[in-house]
């Protein structure tokens, strides 16, 4: 979750939801795998319940505890119902369910689909209270959140607090339930998209409250090109975080990241591991914000012309979010996976558009996608596509997955004979599709990766792993070795 810091805590690199993880090794805290049990009574008190976090206390409200989401099974370890204050530990354990319970509620709001099960358990295990570390995460069968000290300021931060940080953990468990195609995968543009839809579910999640859309018009003026507390994401911490680096790495103060930025996408293989905060890196988090910045700029766009149409700016906002949601859960429901899966979800939405009465997006969503540099300027020749014989739009060809040694096609990269990934079994994407106008069954699109793409994209993967040192049986690290493959143990 954050970029490089002072030696006090030298392990936080990134950009948090995804801390580095000496730090929890310094201080032995291990990842606990928790198995579910029956939940205590749960009272029907009002909830003490924080829409944004910390930093804004004067967005608590007492809520009504939400009924909760009958479509999966979910436990948060210590809720109990509400009649606590939100400092208490059973109060964080109500803000957690809160966030979860609304956030699901939410997506199935957006979804076409039913969402029936979580991709690794039969109940997700959700703790509040997991440690002391700047962190949070989802390793499949929990969600795990900790707290640590901001030595400045004197208080302890904690992540069950922030409303962004629950459902942005909650956002990887959504896509792993959608597309357990992903988890595997030795991509980086699949990691970094899995963070931006992370951020995007923290998002739209957030902008189910009335109070978050009226403050933020208030703070941005009606220009949601103007920073507020929507666009914001988790604020407690990335001021925390700030205090404790001394704001090294181009931290922003007031903030861990921004769904507001300008990044234009290169192949992520030639980028550093990590970078200042104002840069691009391979880095998943750094790198997701190229697809964080173009999911914001279509919110815009679609809330601007809602504004023409003649909506309140409050009533145009909502509209745009939640027509957004719609197009992005359709999206990934029905997106090709490769190794290039910016251009492949770009494609998708633009499909998605296409066949809406109107296409009313269709034009400035695109150019959005090729302004970020995510999808080219090339018109591709659709000789002899198949036909659509379910009348679906789409027609998948190919693998989606598929394992591969890239020792068996590939010389090693200059300054990586010791990179032993060369030689283990990865997860690669090849799935390739041809998109086509519902109406009247003419291919619109075609969306496929070459064999050089795929090779390029798996290298690219393992290089950054080995010098990332994110390969080990230690559970902090992101990845580890089973049976002489590649597998992914969280994503945090």
């Not at 691009?280 to 766009?301: K, M, N, P, Q, V």
């Not at 014989?389 to 010389?411: A, E, F, Q, T």
């Amino acid at each position: 979750m954050f970029n490089n810091c002072t030696l006090f805590l030298k392990s936080i690199k990134n950009f948090i939801f995804g801390v580095k993880r000496p730090l929890r090794a310094r201080l032995k805290i291990k990842v606990k795998n928790v198995a579910t049990s029956p939940g205590p009574f749960i009272n029907d008190q009002p909830i003490d319940y924080l829409l944004n976090d910390q930093s804004t206390v004067d967005l608590k409200k007492n809520i009504t505890p939400p009924t909760p989401y009958d479509g999966v099974k979910y436990e948060v370890k210590g809720y109990e119902g509400g009649g606590n204050p939100y400092t208490s530990d059973k109060g964080k354990s109500a803000n957690v369910f809160v966030t979860v319970t609304n956030t699901l509620h939410m997506m199935k709001k957006y979804s076409e689909v039913p969402f029936t099960q979580w991709a690794g358990t039969s109940s997700l295990s959700i703790l509040p209270l997991a440690g002391i570390d700047f962190n949070a995460f989802y390793n499949r069968s929990s969600m795990q959140f900790f707290f640590a000290r901001d030595p400045v300021d004197n208080i302890n931060v904690y992540t069950a607090d922030s409303a962004d940080i629950v459902s942005h953990e909650l956002g990887h468990a959504i896509l792993d339930a959608f597309r357990p195609d992903t988890w595997d995968v030795a991509s980086l543009e699949v990691w970094s998209f899995h963070e931006a839809f992370a951020d995007l579910v923290a998002l739209l999640s957030i902008m189910q409250h009335e109070e978050i859309l009226i403050k933020s018009l208030a703070e941005n003026g009606g220009d949601l090109k103007i920073d507020s507390v929507m666009t914001r994401l988790a604020e407690s911490m990335g001021h925390a975080i700030y205090n404790v680096t001394n704001g090294d790495g181009e931290r922003p103060k007031n903030y861990l990241r921004s769904t507001i930025n300008n990044f234009k996408y290169v192949n992520p293989g030639t980028l550093p591991e990590n970078a200042p905060d104002n840069q691009l890196a391979s880095e998943c988090h750094s790198f997701g914000r190229i697809f964080l910045g173009a999911f914001y700029d279509i919110l815009e766009t679609m809330y601007k012309a809602g504004v023409s149409q003649g909506s309140t700016s409050l009533q145009a906002l909502m509209q745009a979010r939640d027509t957004l949601g719609i197009y992005v859960f359709k999206a990934i429901k029905h997106a090709p996976i490769n190794m290039n899966f910016f251009e492949s979800v770009a494609k998708t939405m633009l499909w998605v558009d296409w066949n809406t009465p109107n296409r009313p997006y269709h034009d400035q969503m695109r150019n959005i996608f090729l302004n970020r540099n995510i999808i080219g300027q090339e018109i591709r020749m659709l000789s002899s596509p198949p036909i659509d014989k379910d009348h679906d739009g789409i027609v998948s060809l190919g693998s989606s997955s598929m394992v591969m040694r890239l020792s068996d096609h590939v010389i090693r990269i200059q300054g990586q004979g010791d990179n032993v990934l060369y030689d283990v079994d990865s997860t690669i994407a090849n799935e390739e599709a041809f998109l086509y106008d519902t109406q009247n069954g003419h291919a619109i699109d075609y969306i496929g990766v070459s064999h050089a793409g795929i090779l390029r994209g798996l290298q690219d993967a393992i290089v950054y792993l080995h010098k990332s040192n994110n390969v080990s049986d230690d559970s902090s690290k992101l990845f580890k070795v089973v049976d002489g493959k590649l597998r992914r143990t969280h994503f945090s």
